[in-house]
């Protein structure tokens, strides 16, 4: 068959509420131009993140009336843990609130000043956690991952060279060596088997331990098994486990490819960090059985890691960004290639050129879709990267427009309507205008400052 349908029923339904055009240039006005601060009720489709947005199945539900909130040694740990090592055979996992807290124990404990942590690329919250010990996160993807419009099977690659070099060259300052699979900030795209392992045996050969951010390990296993040279007859459980059977550990949010609406986990193998690791969670996050969470939300967890690695939901998952972001290309609209596991990048900075970098092109965008439909897109580039610690502003490396695909939330008519919304902003982009910013706090500004139209 050519049509891929979703691979579910929908038992439950929460209904979107309809706005006209007028009522959503007030609202977004309003908001100051900030999609941040629109409320979600307001928001036809959102997109603003894959994150915590999930909808759980009916299995799921029927595990969170399951939970046990017992303190200490709740049968929703256990499950949690077994469900945890049936994918990803660590010795020791370790509950956390989400996935920030998780690099916030491993990172308070192997990370110091003058450190150099390099990685295919570390996501924001990542990073934040490893300068905040004064270290140096270094981003070290292959070429191919910067360059928007160049089709690559694995763009989210790390460059073995620049890796094989730095350990030898700074080996002293390198406690650690990440991989982070899919690449999320460098457009969700995967990483290759035969490139996590050439990793692990880099850090190895220099006894550094090797540590996965594994956020989005189905939708990576699934390119794997689509792209990489003999892959294509093995179970994704197999490929999954072949992924983190080389990996000294793992920091895991469960808001991604573990269908929760929150938690996460740190797995490690050295028994001497584990230890030092719960109690540092004793400390910040709980008791080591539940780790910040609901007893509740660990069986939620545990159910969702059986079903993410569906084949028929991963096949309907990544076919439905394609699609998307085909429809976009045929209609001339440019889009980073090939589209993610979780997202469809929109090139805002080639989509509108007659608007500079330092006019927002990426916010100007998403205020239109907005208006034009009430989709909720997320900018990633000069409101979010361009302001410097000094003070001064430059345009951020590119302009994008990142549409996050919530898992199993949206249908293919949204998908349709997605794409008739930006057929619309596109026939009127010469008349879009640039933005500029009237109000903003000292850092991370994305989130609440304020735009006019200029
Ligand atoms: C979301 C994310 C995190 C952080 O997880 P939270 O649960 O949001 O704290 C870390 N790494 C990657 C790759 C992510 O996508």
Sequence with gaps: MKTIIEPFRIKSVEPIRMTTRAERERLLKAAGY???????????????????????????????????????????????????????????????HQGRAAEHLLFTL??????????????????????????????????????PSLDHPFKGNMDLAALKSVLEE??????AVMMTITNNAGG???VSLENIRAAAALAKAHRKPFYIDGC??????????????????????????????????????????????????LALNDDALAERARTLLIQTEGFPTYGGLAGRDLDAIA?????????????????SNSYIAERLDAMGIPVV??????????????????????????????CAMYEAGG???????????GRKPDGTEAPGAMDLVRLAMPRRVYTQSHADYVVEVLEEVAAAKNSLQGMRIIKEPPMMRHFTAEFAKL
Aim: glycine share 8%; hydrophobic share 40%; with cysteine.
């Design 34 to 96: 900030n999609l941040f601060k629109l409320h979600s009720d307001d928001v036809i489709i959102d997109l603003l993140t894959d994150s915590g947005t999930s909808a759980m199945s009916s299995a799921q539900w029927g595990a969170v009336m399951i939970g046990d909130e017992s303190y200490a040694g709740a049968p929703s740990f256990y499950r949690f843990e077994a469900a945890v090592k049936d994918l990803m055979d660590f010795r020791h996992i370790i509950p956390a």
């Design 110 to 147: 192997i990370a110091k000043t003058g450190d150099l942590i390099p990685s295919n690329t570390h996501f924001d919250t990542t990073r934040g956690n490893i300068e905040a010990m004064g270290a140096e996160a270094l981003d070290i993807p292959i070429a191919e991952g910067r360059v």
């Design 170 to 175: 700074q080996g002293h300052r390198i406690p």
């Design 188 to 190: 969700g795209q995967p």
């Design 216 to 265: 989005r390990f189905a939708e990576n296993a699934w390119f794997i098994k689509l792209r990489e040279p003999g892959q294509q007859d093995r179970p994704i459980k197999d490929i999954v486990r072949d992924c983190f059977a080389i990996a000294d550990g793992m920091t895991m949010s469960a808001k991604k490819d573990a269908f929760a609406n929150i938690g996460g986990w």
């Design 303 to 319: 159910q969702g890691l059986k079903e993410i690695i569906d084949e028929d939901y991963l096949r309907y998952r990544v076919r």
């Design 337 to 366: 290639k090939p589209a993610g596991g979780h997202a469809v990048f929109i090139d805002a900075r080639a989509f509108l050129p007659h608007i500079p970098p330092l006019q927002y092109p990426g916010q100007a965008l998403t």
């Design 375 to 385: 989709i909720r897109a997320c900018e990633i580039g000069t409101v979010m990267f």
